[in-house]
């Protein structure tokens, strides 16, 4: 079984940085609404941010590289570290939740990105492959938003939650035959919209990134065993005629971490070029 790699990022962006920024692109104009993009301060745990402790930490030698590279954050020295945790064992999840806690103090952010995508058709679908899918995507998702939610309950932490589904969640993409993972991501936006309703009373706030096709190391190994032409077929389906870089889920997936969309609650948010339009 594969081990998830938490990367966490405290203190993300020095508002400083930010408000620089702002003041050298707009002629000393300073923008009011990019302050309330920062995640300045906050403790964010990403599950699945890496495939085996060797990645944890080509994940975090990247995350520093990238900021030590950009004029605003040169100096900034994000606090990251990866936590191996099988998402799928319940005492693996709360043992590595408890190492962050004791390591960082609190949590802020979680966002679930552990998951599995594979390609048979139903009447041949294994079903312990089925609910090794359901186990992954899933109740691993299930397991940390639990221990998440208790966490910010109990120390009345108005936390974030966001759970990363999929535009299969609520469409069949075609051609490949996906009937385990398209189910397993329409409960994960129902998981999402369910605790967004038990905990949004206690300031908690739970949305849904539904990305469509991005060319993650997961669709890489996708297309390598369906062959590439299937690639072709894809770009056919998406509006806007190709692909996306894993990047642009960025500025997504920040603004829905932070207080920029302190309304958004219970939400899918679809970024998948179109796909979803047809
Ligand atoms: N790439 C896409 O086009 C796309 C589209 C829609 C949704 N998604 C979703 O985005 C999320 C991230 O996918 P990605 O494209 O970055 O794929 P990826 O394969 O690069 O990342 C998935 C991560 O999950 C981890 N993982 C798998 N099983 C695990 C387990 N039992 N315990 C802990 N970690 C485990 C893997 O080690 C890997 O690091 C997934 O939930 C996926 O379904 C991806």
Same mark, same amino acid.
């Given at each position: 079984m594969s081990k998830a790699l938490l990367p966490l990022a405290r203190r993300s962006l020095a508002r400083n940085a930010v408000r620089r920024s702002a003041v050298n692109a707009h002629g000393g104009r =300073? *923008?009011?609404? *990019?302050?309330?993009? #920062? *995640? &300045?301060? %906050? =403790?964010? $745990? $990403? =599950?699945?941010?890496?495939?085996? *402790? &060797?990645?944890? %930490?080509? #994940?975090? &030698?990247?995350? =520093?590289e990238h900021i030590s590279s950009q004029p605003t954050t040169r100096d900034y020295k994000p606090e990251l570290r990866a936590y191996a945790c099988d998402v799928t064992s319940e005492q693996q999840v709360q043992d590595t939740w408890k190492a962050v806690v004791q390591d960082f103090g609190r949590v802020d952010v979680v966002v679930t990105a552990a998951g599995i995508v594979e390609n048979f058709e139903a009447e041949n679908y294994a079903y312990d492959r089925w609910k090794k899918m359901m186990d992954i995507n899933l109740n691993g998702s299930f397991l940390f938003a639990k221990e998440a939610g208790r966490h910010w309950i109990e120390q009345s932490i108005k936390g974030n939650l966001i759970l990363v589904s999929s535009m299969s969640a609520s469409i069949c993409v075609r051609p490949q035959k996906q009937a385990a993972y398209n189910a397993s991501k329409g409960a994960v936006s129902l998981l999402g919209r369910s605790l967004a309703t038990e905990w949004g009373p206690k300031g908690i706030r739970v949305n849904n990134l539904c990305p469509g096709y991005m060319k993650t190391d997961l669709i890489i190994d996708l297309l390598e065993k369906e062959g590439k032409h299937i690639e072709e077929g894809w770009v056919k389906d998406v509006p806007m005629g190709r692909l996306a870089h894993p990047s642009e889920l960025q500025g997504t997936i920040v603004w829905m971490a932070s207080d920029a969309s302190s309304y958004l609650h219970g939400s899918d948010i679809v970024v998948d070029g179109g796909y979803c339009c047809w």
């Open positions: =300073t *923008l009011m609404t *990019l302050p309330a993009f #920062s *995640l &300045e301060g %906050k =403790t964010c $745990v $990403v =599950t699945g941010a890496a495939r085996g *402790l &060797e990645g944890g %930490k080509a #994940s975090i &030698e990247h995350i =520093t």
